[in-house]
């Protein structure tokens, strides 16, 4: 099985090629830096140059090592809209959904959250509990980013940087969305959002802890694989999209990722032990109580 962080935070080169090298190592395949719509493409100018560095990095001795038919991790980059009221994102996307493979918004505030799951050209609502007591979604927003394939965010982030009652209603977020997501089957990634080489975590870590509240294997395989790759491969063959839902194809091209789910979780399951004693997160010592956007 593969790994795919869809959420790293993009700063400048040197931040991002210490980031970009770190989570390879730890066993990630597929890394997309996330930007704001300001710095987006300035940091579009040095893509070429950090995909360069990253295919030199010496796995030996690492995580990386011990996973078979390892390789370089992809890299992609992305916008992220942060702090911006409806009429905002509208301008954005507008202007960079042409550009970018990758966009998605941070909720919080509940018209934001509405607004993006009613808008199909946003890829995903990240955070819909940011700032909040509740998870930030409902059963309305939930079939509305159903219909319009938006995924929604959860970001380990914010379990590692929380503490206390804090990190308890953001668990409680967790398993409410999920719940959602059981019963109105929209699409539900899992993303690191690491901000520094500090908050990576191994795929093995990850996986631990969203066992650790539920989520089962099928979920896990989607939240960072099947869910992941659904968004990187229609964002990459937009250009050849008549209207939605209709592109042009090659019948050599014709594929289905999800044909592939026996026999993935079946190794996600034998050559990952994932099942070793959980860890727990409570004893990890931060002093945030609530992170930044």
């Known amino acids: 099985m593969k790994f795919y962080d869809l959420n790293l935070r993009g700063q400048n080169y040197d931040d991002d090629l210490a980031l970009v090298k770190e989570a390879n190592k730890f066993g990630w395949d597929y890394l997309n830096l996330n930007y704001s719509h300001d710095n987006f493409e300035k940091a579009i100018e040095y893509k070429d140059d950090l995909i360069e560095e990253l295919s030199s990095v010496d796995f030996n001795q690492t995580y990386r090592n011990k996973k078979n038919n390892f390789k370089h991790a992809e890299l992609s ?12 994102i509208r301008k954005i996307i ?64 914010d379990i590692l940087n929380n503490h206390r009652r804090y990190r308890a209603n953001i668990i409680s977020s967790f398993k409410e ?69 209709v592109k042009v194809i090659d019948s050599d091209d014709f594929t289905d990722t999800y044909d592939n789910l026996e026999s993935d979780l079946e190794e996600f399951n034998e050559s990952e032990d994932f099942n070793d004693e959980l860890i727990d997160y409570d004893d990890i010592d931060i002093d945030l109580e609530e992170d930044e956007p």
């Open 177 to 245: 969305i999920l719940m959602f997501h059981r019963k109105f089957k929209f699409p539900l990634i899992l993303t690191t959002d690491s901000k520094s080489i500090y908050h990576v975590r191994s795929t093995r870590d990850i996986v631990a802890f969203f066992k650790s509240i539920g989520f089962n294997d099928e979920e896990i395989y989607n939240g960072f694989y099947y869910y992941p790759k659904q968004i990187v491969d229609f964002n990459n063959e937009r250009k050849d999209m008549i209207i939605k839902g």
């Open 94 to 157: 507008n202007k960079y959904r042409n550009k970018s493979n990758y966009i998605s918004c941070l909720g919080g505030d509940l018209k934001v959250n509405r607004s993006v799951c009613e808008n199909h050209r946003i890829d995903v609502l990240s955070r819909p509990y940011y700032k909040r007591r509740d998870s930030g979604m409902n059963h309305v927003l939930a079939k509305e980013a159903q219909r319009n394939n938006v995924a929604i965010e959860l970001c380990f982030r």
């Open 77 to 88: 980059m992305g916008i992220n809209i942060l702090n911006a009221n409806s009429n905002e």
